[in-house]
């Protein structure tokens, strides 16, 4: 089993094509790229954590058949800005605000919107969050898992911690 996190796919929403410079023509050719490379990615039995921003103007049948389409044993939802009732009514396996949780000796704060500082920032736990489609840089210690900023598929723990190192200089 892998765990994933992933953040901002908007699937359904033409105008976040315009607004993020994604290279669609229109938000079947981007929904249909963004399940493909998510089923490429993450395993039957993996785990995933969307940060947030799922879908977004998009009916609630073609969400739940995309929700439908997608890998993994269990999908948990950080709730964003544009995750509504119908968003979170799809069969998650947890929907929360913000969590933390710990992976061996990492501890992980997950949270939709870019965060200053949280829990022991000063004692080497990592920030990952949504959002921001990529616009903002990553930190030594914060990452952005929006699938803007990850050729539009999750990202695993390694590979966050690869560009956390190479921010450090490691």
Not at 41 to 66: K, M, Q
Request: hydrophobic content about 35%.
């Amino acid at each position: 089993m892998t765990l994933w996190f992933t953040a901002g796919h908007h699937f359904g929403h033409t105008n976040i094509i315009a607004l993020c410079h994604r290279p669609f023509r229109d938000s079947d050719e981007m929904d249909g790229f963004m399940v493909e490379r998510w089923n490429a990615t993450v395993g039957s039995n993996d785990e995933v954590w969307h940060l947030g921003n799922f879908a977004y103007r998009c009916g609630p049948n073609r969400r739940a058949a995309i929700f439908g389409s997608l890998n993994g044993r269990a999908i948990h939802l950080i709730r964003g800005n544009h995750d509504g009732k119908t968003t979170l009514s799809l069969p998650w396996a947890t929907v929360q605000h913000y969590t933390e949780i710990r992976l061996g000796a990492e501890h992980l704060i997950l949270f939709h919107y870019a965060l200053r500082v949280w829990n022991k920032c000063h004692q080497g736990s990592v920030s990952l969050h949504g959002h921001s489609h990529g616009n903002l840089k990553d930190s030594v210690t914060s990452c952005d898992v929006g699938v803007d900023a990850w050729n539009f598929k999750p990202a695993s723990l390694d590979q966050i911690r690869s560009r956390i190192c190479s921010i450090r200089g490691l």
